[in-house]
């Protein structure tokens, strides 16, 4: 366990709508990642937030859009989603001056 | 832009047998460097990092990598292959400065143990 905690586990919905993933990080980490593991594109960086500050953004789509709220904890929102936004969607924790991420067990969202 | 390859999409070995999975980076700088396992449904756990101390690097269940910065190159491996190792494995690499850490993974190796 390595004290990320990602909710919901599994999400199903259709194409057109909106959803929510929640991610918490382990106590005393003020950085959080977001990575999105597809079959076609693999593992990919989405954005990274700081103490409520977002710090960097990768190959996010204009459709998603995250936030890291007071307690530290993130939301990442799909919006209009696809059938190709199926995929795992992962939250890191790490702490300021530490590279090493740690991973929580993913939600996997299935766009139908 | 920094990228990582890793060599062979899927290896498999027998019990007992030698583990090397293959993993080159493509960085100006030496980036800092990570091998992370995912058994399946599940997320990802560090197996061990390079971040610029001693080149051959020991982690968790057995596995050790070697930094080579002439060939550009973190393998991991393992002398003796258990059932239970067989997994996903990714190679990942991230700035070696500033305040991003972002982690650029390779495409992962699936590792099949045969008894």
């Known amino acids: 366990d390595s004290g990320v905690t990602q909710t919901p586990k599994h999400l199903i919905t259709a194409t057109g709508q909106r959803v929510t993933l929640r991610c918490s990080p382990r106590s005393g980490d003020l950085s959080v990642y977001w990575y999105q593991q597809s079959l076609d594109q693999g593992l990919q960086f989405l954005i990274q937030y700081y103490n409520g500050e977002e710090r960097a953004k990768g190959n996010i789509l204009e459709r998603f859009s995250a936030q890291q709220f007071p307690d530290l904890h993130s939301e990442l929102n799909l919006s209009s989603l696809e059938l190709g936004d199926s995929a795992l969607y992962f939250c890191?924790?790490?702490?300021?001056?530490?590279?090493?991420?740690?991973f929580g067990p993913g939600t996997r969202l299935t766009v139908t | 832009a920094q990228s990582v390859t890793q060599l062979g999409s899927h290896v498999s070995v027998s019990e007992g047998a030698l583990v090397l999975l293959r993993c080159n980076y493509s960085?100006?700088?030496?980036?800092?460097l990570f091998w992370y396992v995912q058994y399946p449904n599940q997320g990802l756990q560090l197996l061990l990092k390079?971040?610029?101390?001693?080149?051959l690097v020991k982690g968790i269940n057995g596995f050790e990598a070697e930094f080579k910065k002439s060939e550009t190159s973190f393998h991991l491996t393992k002398p003796s292959a258990h059932m239970s190792d067989a997994a996903e494995y990714f190679c990942?690499?991230?700035?070696?400065?500033?305040?991003?850490?972002?982690?650029?993974f390779g495409k992962g190796t699936l590792l099949t143990v045969n008894p």
């Open positions: 390079y971040t610029s101390a001693a080149t």
């Open positions: 960085s100006s700088v030496p980036p800092y």
């Open positions: 890191a924790s790490s702490v300021e001056t530490d590279y090493e991420q740690y």
């Open positions: 990942a690499a991230s700035n070696s400065g500033g305040s991003n850490y972002k982690l650029t």
